[in-house]
């Protein structure tokens, strides 16, 4: 008995996430440059990441929001409003305040939300800006440079740039 209600369980948790998956995702895919040369670290498992995505109306403006990670991670938000939009870049460090915006900034900080320097966004079709709306779209961007300090070393420049798939359905 125990093993067939386990069964449904793990149906109705199966069926639930793939709902969501299927309606609300995205695949990003990052390149970091450091000091201006690509980093060493671009492996496929360091620069690709796949998770749910969340789409709301928030006043006039719809936002498209994209992160993942585990303790420290990325994120990347679009905020479409009229005929007009813009894209974001974040990073969290987990509470290690190792970045900052400037490089005249006294203080370091464990998270930075970078407006995107260049960017280019093709949508399926135009944003209705009414729940329900599910939106696909195509987002590339580059960071603006952002600096960074790892322990003994001295600080780094970096930017990074991106494309990112995704279907979100507005909430």
């Known amino acids: ?33 450091n000091n201006r040369h690509q980093s060493a670290s671009n492996s496929t498992s360091n620069n690709e990441f796949s998770s749910l995505c969340e789409s709301r109306i928030d006043g006039d403006t719809l936002k498209i929001i994209m992160s993942a990670g585990f303790f420290s991670g990325v994120a990347v938000e679009i905020d479409i409003f009229k005929n007009n939009f813009q894209s974001f870049y974040d990073i969290n460090n ?62 780094d420049s970096n930017y990074v740039t991106g494309k990112v798939y995704f279907t979100c359905k507005t909430q």
């Open 1 to 33: 008995m125990l093993n067939k209600e386990e069964d449904n369980m793990n149906q109705v948790n199966s069926d639930s996430a793939t709902m969501d998956f299927k309606n609300n995702r995205f695949r990003l895919f990052l390149d970091f440059f």
């Open 94 to 155: 987990d509470n290690v305040k190792s970045l900052k915006y400037h490089l005249s900034d006294t203080n370091f900080a464990d998270e930075l939300t970078l407006r995107n320097k260049f960017q280019a966004l093709t949508l399926s079709e135009r944003p209705s800006f009414k729940a329900g709306q599910q939106l696909t779209g195509y987002l590339t961007f580059t960071s603006p440079v952002y600096f960074s300090k790892e322990t003994d070393s001295p600080l």
